[in-house]
């Protein structure tokens, strides 16, 4: 469900990249499958972490370059986002995503990743590459991009401000009974 195949196609292409390490954490029904298909295909750039301490991940995500989000090819999957879309967004680390629909959309909106097709290893490693490649800065403006657009609106604060806005209208224009 989470397309990690094509994650390996593309951590395949991207052999050659000693400065590009893909780490996966979490322990998923496919992880030894996964890790014996890395292993037979020598795919010393990707690391599987397993399952980590709920308190251990904000630390794994402060401590990455880029963060990945993947979701496979599968039309229901376009309907999906994935929960941890927003807490990426407000770590303020730039995002490389492989997935389609809303997910998509609001990474797109955010201006804090690059997004490729689910199922699409080309293009998610020209992606992976593309932020291996540009300057700090530009890496850190684009995760400035997600910061921002999880304060303005996903975080909490920004619910509470939607919520009262729309009670203050009920309020300011009551509905008509006839």
């Known amino acids: 469900i989470q397309g990690l195949d094509t994650v390996l196609d593309a951590a395949e292409a991207l052999r050659n990249r000693s400065d590009i390490q893909i780490t996966l954490v979490g322990d998923g029904i496919s992880r030894a499958r996964l890790e014996h ?4 295909s020598r795919l010393t750039n990707v690391k599987f972490v397993g399952r980590v301490a709920q308190d251990e991940v904000p630390g794994l995500i402060a401590r990455a370059d880029v963060q990945l989000v993947s979701l496979a090819a599968n039309p229901f999957l376009a309907f999906t986002t994935p929960s941890k879309i927003s807490s990426l967004l407000a770590s303020g680390v730039p995002i490389v995503a492989q997935l389609a629909g809303d997910g998509s959309e609001l990474l797109r909106e955010s201006g804090a990743a690059r997004v490729t097709r689910p199922g699409d290893a080309d293009s998610l490693a020209r992606a992976i590459r593309d932020l291996a490649d540009a300057s700090a800065t530009t890496r850190a403006s684009m995760g400035s991009a997600g ?12 619910a509470a401000s939607r919520i009262t806005d729309a009670l203050v209208s ?4 009551p509905p008509r009974s006839w």
């Open 37 to 40: 298909r890395a292993a037979r």
């Open 147 to 158: 910061r921002r657009f999880y304060k303005d609106h996903l975080s909490a604060e920004a």
């Open 170 to 173: 009920q309020t300011t224009h």
